[in-house]
């Protein structure tokens, strides 16, 4: 900071001496008029701008939305004005705005009304039943019980139907459906199943597995991918239509979460157009429309590749894309989840029975289906982030962005590898020379039950080798933070005990101990630059934000601690005071 104020200062006196008639070697000019009032001044701070890598301000002035001056108090105090608000930073941290590349914000939204059985998936198996049985005497009688989140560890319990006995037995007259961490799959109770006329002759559905006990083929319960859609389209709660202004309300209270986080952008990786419970794209013009969107909005529109109809869902962008909303993105399920065994791997799952000695997992879809739908998209300018857990999906999403690559150019749009922690070490340099990105997300890049999980069915050996974000670095990669996050507030979603797992690769909770893989852990400040300008590089809106930058919109968080000068284990207990958004404070922390 002194070197930075140093710099400053001399730039400043030899301005001054040359307007006062120093020797120079252009002609005088006349006096240089002084400049226009901002709206906004922060001062007395440490700003950290990113962008250039490593330098600071000490105070930054704003005029219409955008950063206009960055220097010293000095400097910045001639942009003073009797009606410029002023904020004395009290030498409190500024970095930009934080920008969340994976998050599902209606999903999150709405489920703040639906999910009535809360419970932590570090809990074991007999925690789960315990809490059911709590919210069995507590949710009216014959009502659904729908709960999150159990533990991806417990598979193995799960499997054994006499784990269904135990559920049926907690959960009385109600039928029951609780998700696990990933999101992905379910386990629900006997009458659930036979709501939805599930049977032991129920075939699986495509792209879905309806769970059966390894050793005697009966129900237990479990419902992996798609196969959740058979028990979801009879719970009430799940398929009751929403008008588009009362998602917009849920969207709402979703967005002043986040700003509360500090963040000022994001892409809500899973939307449609219309006809559709959640996630309509109507519902975030219908907040934009009202000026409350406020953040920096991507959708990544949902293809199905069976019926992709992409003309038609891509016809609506002229009505949907404004200043801070935008369709030109697209979201591409390749495959599952690891602990499922749904994950495409090059190297085969450790044998069990349910799948053999040489399994290694399955994808959504063929790899020439795959690069036709992204070179399709390529060609119209949308941005393709692709659902790829296993390094065999990962290789496959590359083929597909190579074959869009060579079929329409290089100049297209990044395309994202979304959860791309597994990922072979001779495809890490194609994806910085295919122009692709990492959406890193969920935050599990450190100790949990998803790696626990994880060791269950690909080994221990294997599991602890994910998420290599310094060689990423190294390798010139594009790294984007996210979240994944699907819930208020969400387990393996926070945004803060991302960032602090990235730095120490430990769980910040201390819910788990050791350490995944110490050797990856990256510095705050590369971090950080994940999580600002990365982002915002990916979703294409760097010119604009991701950075302090004069001319860019001033998009910007206070914090009440340095991250650069606290203990790496504590960045996740870091508070947001207040969050800009366009040079407007849209949160402001409330004071004790």
């Given at each position: 900071?002194?070197?930075?104020?140093?710099?400053?200062?001399?730039?400043?006196?030899?301005?001054?001496?040359?307007?006062?008639?120093?020797?120079?070697?252009?002609?005088?000019?006349?006096?240089?008029?002084?400049?226009?009032?901002?709206?906004?001044?922060l001062r007395n701070g440490a700003i950290y701008l990113v962008e250039p890598e490593r330098k600071w301000a000490q105070a930054l002035a704003v005029k219409d939305g955008r950063i206009i001056?960055?220097?010293?108090?000095?400097?910045?105090?001639?942009?003073?004005?009797?009606?410029?608000?002023?904020?004395?930073?009290?030498?409190?941290?500024?970095?930009?705005?934080?920008?969340?590349?994976?998050?599902?914000?209606?999903?999150?939204?709405?489920?703040?009304?639906?999910?009535?059985?809360?419970?932590?998936?570090?809990?074991?198996?007999?925690?789960?039943?315990?809490?059911?049985?709590?919210?069995?005497?507590?949710?009216?009688?014959?009502?659904?019980?729908?709960?999150?989140?159990?533990?991806?560890?417990?598979?193995?319990?799960?499997?054994?139907?006499?784990?269904?006995?135990?559920?049926?037995?907690?959960?009385?007259?109600?039928?029951?459906?609780?998700?696990?961490?990933?999101?992905?799959?379910?386990?629900?109770?006997?009458?659930?199943?036979?709501?939805?006329?599930?049977?032991?002759?129920?075939?699986?559905?495509?792209?879905?597995?309806?769970?059966?006990?390894?050793?005697?083929?009966?129900?237990?319960?479990?419902?992996?991918?798609?196969?959740?859609?058979?028990?979801?389209?009879?719970?009430?709660?799940?398929?009751?239509?929403?008008?588009?202004?009362?998602?917009?309300?849920?969207?709402?209270?979703?967005?002043?979460?986040?700003?509360?986080?500090?963040?000022?952008?994001?892409?809500?990786?899973?939307?449609?157009?219309?006809?559709?419970?959640?996630?309509?794209?109507?519902?975030?013009?219908?907040?934009?429309?009202?000026?409350?969107?406020?953040?920096?909005?991507?959708?990544?529109?949902?293809?199905?590749?069976?019926?992709?109809?992409?003309?038609?869902?891509?016809?609506?962008?002229?009505?949907?894309?404004?200043?801070?909303?935008?369709?030109?993105?697209?979201?591409?399920?390749?495959?599952?989840?690891?602990?499922?065994?749904?994950?495409?791997?090059?190297?085969?799952?450790?044998?069990?029975?349910?799948?053999?000695?040489?399994?290694?997992?399955?994808?959504?879809?063929?790899?020439?289906?795959?690069?036709?739908?992204?070179?399709?998209?390529?060609?119209?300018?949308?941005?393709?982030?692709?659902?790829?857990?296993?390094?065999?999906?990962?290789?496959?999403?590359?083929?597909?962005?190579?074959?869009?690559?060579?079929?329409?150019?290089?100049?297209?749009?990044?395309?994202?590898?979304?959860?791309?922690?597994?990922?072979?070490?001779?495809?890490?340099?194609?994806?910085?020379?295919?122009?692709?990105?990492?959406?890193?997300?969920?935050?599990?890049?450190?100790?949990?039950?998803?790696?626990?999980?994880?060791?269950?069915?690909?080994?221990?050996?294997?599991?602890?080798?994910?998420?290599?974000?310094?060689?990423?670095?190294?390798?010139?990669?594009?790294?984007?933070?996210?979240?994944?996050?699907?819930?208020?507030?969400?387990?393996?979603?926070?945004?803060?005990?991302?960032?602090?797992?990235?730095?120490?690769?430990?769980?910040?909770?201390?819910?788990?101990?050791?350490?995944?893989?110490?050797?990856?852990?990256?510095?705050?400040?590369?971090?950080?630059?994940?999580?600002?300008?990365?982002?915002?590089?990916?979703?294409?809106?760097?010119?604009?934000?991701?950075?302090?930058?004069?001319?860019?919109?001033?998009?910007?968080?206070?914090?009440?601690?340095?991250?650069?000068?606290?203990?790496?284990?504590?960045?996740?207990?870091?508070?947001?005071?207040?969050?800009?958004?366009?040079?407007?404070?849209?949160?402001?922390?409330?004071?004790?």
């Amino acid at each position: 900071m002194k070197n930075v104020r140093h710099s400053i200062r001399r730039l400043t006196l030899a301005m001054a001496a040359t307007a006062l008639g120093a020797p120079s070697l252009v002609a005088a000019k006349a006096p240089v008029p002084a400049p226009q009032a901002a709206d906004l001044v922060l001062r007395n701070g440490a700003i950290y701008l990113v962008e250039p890598e490593r330098k600071w301000a000490q105070a930054l002035a704003v005029k219409d939305g955008r950063i206009i001056a960055l220097g010293t108090d000095r400097d910045i105090a001639r942009f003073t004005g009797a009606k410029t608000h002023v904020v004395d930073l009290q030498q409190r941290m500024v970095m930009p705005g934080l920008i969340d590349g994976h998050v599902h914000l209606s999903t999150a939204a709405a489920e703040l009304q639906i999910y009535n059985c809360v419970f932590s998936a570090y809990g074991d198996f007999d925690a789960v039943i315990a809490s059911v049985r709590a919210c069995a005497a507590k949710v009216p009688a014959g009502e659904w019980i729908l709960g999150q989140s159990w533990g991806s560890g417990l598979y193995g319990r799960l499997a054994d139907a006499k784990s269904l006995a135990l559920l049926d037995q907690a959960s009385g007259d109600h039928p029951v459906m609780l998700r696990n961490d990933s999101i992905h799959d379910r386990w629900v109770n006997s009458r659930a199943l036979a709501i939805a006329g599930i049977s032991a002759t129920t075939p699986d559905p495509e792209n879905g597995k309806i769970g059966r006990d390894p050793g005697t083929g009966a129900l237990n319960g479990l419902l992996l991918e798609s196969a959740t859609s058979l028990v979801e389209r009879h719970v009430p709660a799940l398929v009751t239509k929403t008008d588009v202004e009362q998602e917009a309300d849920a969207l709402q209270v979703g967005v002043r979460y986040l700003n509360s986080r500090g963040v000022t952008g994001f892409d809500d990786a899973g939307v449609v157009f219309g006809n559709s419970h959640f996630s309509d794209a109507r519902a975030y013009k219908a907040l934009d429309q009202r000026g409350t969107l406020t953040a920096h909005a991507a959708l990544s529109m949902l293809i199905d590749p069976d019926k992709p109809d992409i003309d038609e869902i891509y016809s609506h962008r002229a009505e949907i894309n404004s200043a801070t909303l935008s369709m030109n993105f697209a979201k591409i399920f390749v495959d599952g989840v690891m602990v499922s065994h749904t994950a495409e791997f090059l190297e085969p799952y450790l044998p069990d029975a349910a799948h053999g000695a040489d399994f290694r997992g399955t994808t959504k879809m063929s790899a020439e289906r795959l690069a036709q739908l992204v070179t399709a998209l390529d060609a119209r300018g949308i941005s393709v982030k692709m659902h790829v857990a296993g390094d065999g999906s990962v290789r496959m999403a590359l083929d597909a962005i190579a074959a869009a690559r060579k079929a329409n150019g290089a100049g297209g749009p990044i395309h994202t590898l979304a959860h791309a922690g597994y990922i072979a070490g001779s495809d890490i340099d194609r994806v910085r020379q295919l122009h692709a990105a990492i959406d890193a997300s969920p935050t599990v890049w450190y100790p949990g039950p998803i790696l626990t999980g994880t060791e269950a069915v690909i080994g221990k050996e294997r599991a602890d080798h994910y998420w290599p974000f310094r060689t990423f670095v190294a390798h010139g990669v594009l790294v984007a933070g996210g979240t994944d996050w699907k819930t208020l507030p969400g387990e393996f979603s926070d945004l803060w005990d991302g960032m602090q797992g990235m730095v120490t690769r430990r769980n910040p909770t201390g819910a788990a101990p050791g350490a995944l893989w110490p050797e990856q852990a990256v510095d705050v400040g590369t971090m950080i630059r994940f999580y600002t300008l990365n982002s915002a590089k990916a979703l294409g809106i760097d010119q604009r934000t991701g950075s302090i930058s004069v001319g860019k919109l001033a998009d910007f968080v206070v914090l009440d601690k340095n991250l650069f000068k606290i203990p790496a284990d504590t960045i996740a207990k870091t508070n947001v005071d207040m969050t800009f958004f366009g040079g407007k404070l849209v949160y402001e922390r409330a004071k004790n």
